[in-house]
């Protein structure tokens, strides 16, 4: 018996394109996207952790997909985060090396996603105090 190839991608793929079937639209500066709820709910971990905390407590950290940190890099800004006394969601790469027991001993304060992040969900969840991207400086939530 011979197994095809996984299509999922594929398929997820035309659904994100094609919108066929969404039943939730989100509409963020000047676009609108179409979106499906049981994509949207696989998401909720993240907007669980967040509901935690206070409005405009949580600091979000990306450095984008285009940009790997050094592990050198990574243990500074880990070291950073850690001395503040912030909550903070950190997307990082999939590959991205933090110190033996940086999460578990952060656990209470950080959420650390690796690979894809939900970023416009991140961001429009009241939690976000600040955000600290390549492309931007800290910024307030309320900001353009």
């Not at 500074?76 to 001395?83: I, T």
């Not at 992040?117 to 105090?129: C, D, K, T, Y």
């Amino acid at each position: 018996m011979v197994v095809p190839p996984p299509s999922i991608s594929w398929h997820l793929e035309r659904l994100l394109e094609t919108g066929v079937g969404s039943d939730v639209t989100f509409s963020v500066e000047d676009g609108e996207f179409q979106a499906h709820t049981l994509v949207v709910n696989e998401r909720a971990p993240v907007a669980a952790w967040l509901d935690a905390f206070a409005d405009g407590s949580v600091v979000y950290v990306s450095f984008g997909t285009q940009h790997a940190l050094s592990p050198e890099q990574a243990a500074c800004v880990a070291d950073a985060l850690a001395q503040s006394s912030a909550a903070f969601v950190w997307a990082a790469r999939t590959l991205t090396v933090l110190s033996e027991g940086f999460e578990a001993a952060m656990a209470s304060r950080v959420m650390v996603i690796r690979g894809w992040a939900p970023q416009v969900e991140i961001l429009r969840h009241s939690f976000a105090g600040a955000a600290e991207a390549p492309s931007s400086s800290r910024r307030s939530s309320s900001s353009p």
